[in-house]
């Protein structure tokens, strides 16, 4: 299993244990994934860390001063 971070900029768009899919971006050296309906972004990631999963499972969802942070668990 495999955990990665989405930033999410207001609560309430999914919730733990849900099931939702995610799209692969490309920057010019680097990907990103976004999670379901433009819910929440994840960080860069380097090709050699690119996810081989297209859906997740919503494992945790926090509240920080910097906004809502997802958890998500990918098979991999």
Do not use: H, W
Not at 9 to 29: A, F, H, N, S
Not at 36 to 51: T, W
Not at 56 to 74: A, D, L, P
């Amino acid at each position: 299993m495999r955990t990665v971070e989405f930033k999410m900029e207001r609560p309430g768009l999914c919730k733990e244990g849900d099931v939702l899919e995610i799209t692969e971006g490309k920057l010019p050296t680097s990907y990103y994934y976004t999670l379901g309906k433009a819910y929440a972004m994840s960080a860069n990631f380097l090709a050699s860390e690119r996810l081989t999963s297209k859906e997740g499972t919503v494992v945790g969802i926090k509240e920080t001063q910097r906004g809502y942070y997802v958890e998500v668990e990918f098979d991999e």
